[in-house]
């Protein structure tokens, strides 16, 4: 595969190869699997509100577009890197498989701490970003969404961009767009929303016990998703004893 031993793509290819082992797939699909259609990795300069200069890098990855259209999200985090887009476009391929979607898998990122930017700085470097990547997205090619430290601004940031330059209005090429932009009702709660509901259906499978009460929950991250979910858990009936995030965590032992 030509890929480095350690590497997180690696490691889900070792986990596809476990999976294979139930169920029936011709071996040219499972080939095609284990690497990425294409990835792509650019430098975006931005002029920083100081005068400076910074160049940022930022990555887009296509990993399987035999569905249709790929589809992920884009991530602004120090931790951002080639490997870690790539694998986690590996997963969004089977993520929207598994719910029967017309979508392939993608994922993208900036490596950057998006709370150490000015809100015009992050507007340039977003729009920097979409003009690097214009030629590899598009709504028949690759609808980029929010993912980690991006929101429905940064959103509408790319695909006002993306209509600049194609001059045209262009609000297919991107989801999670403010609903005033385009965006769908709802869309900022999915993520969270969506894995309550997985959370429910597992708890249904694996527990000998009716109801929630008594259950225990800790929730790592506080974001648009994990506060989402702590919420919907805590009106089911759960007990949330810890919750953390980037700053820090709060346990209560019961």
Not at 12 to 37: F, M, N
Request: aromatic share 8%; hydrophobic share 40%; with cysteine.
């Amino acid at each position: 595969m030509g890929i480095m031993a350690n590497s997180l793509l690696t490691d889900a290819s070792r986990r596809l190869d476990r999976a294979l082992k139930y169920v029936i797939i011709s071996e040219d699909a499972a080939e095609r699997l284990k690497a990425p259609k294409a990835s792509l990795k650019v430098s975006i300069p931005v002029r920083m509100d100081d005068g400076s200069l910074r160049v940022f890098e930022g990555y887009r990855v296509h990993f399987d577009d035999t569905r249709g259209p790929t589809k992920g999200g884009i991530r602004f985090h120090p931790q951002v890197s080639l490997d870690e887009v790539q694998s986690l476009a590996f997963w969004m391929t089977f993520k929207c498989a598994a719910l029967n979607l017309p979508f392939g898998g993608a994922k993208g990122g900036i490596t950057l701490n998006p709370k150490e930017l000015s809100k015009a700085e992050l507007e340039r470097l977003s729009r920097g970003y979409v003009d690097a990547i214009a030629n590899f997205i598009g709504p028949d090619i690759d609808i980029p969404a929010p993912d980690v430290y991006t929101n429905p601004m940064i959103m509408g940031w790319m695909m006002d961009q993306y209509s600049i330059i194609r001059q045209q209005r262009s609000p297919a090429v991107i989801t999670g767009k403010p609903v005033a932009l385009g965006g769908s009702l709802g869309r900022a709660t999915a993520t969270g929303t969506g894995a309550f509901y997985v959370l429910e259906a597992m708890m249904a499978q694996l527990s000998d016990q009716p109801g929630n009460a008594g259950k225990t929950v800790a929730v790592q991250g506080f974001g648009n998703a994990g506060s989402i979910v702590a919420r919907h858990l805590f009106e089911a009936g759960y007990t949330i004893v810890a919750v953390s995030d980037s700053r820090g965590g709060i346990y209560t032992p019961l």
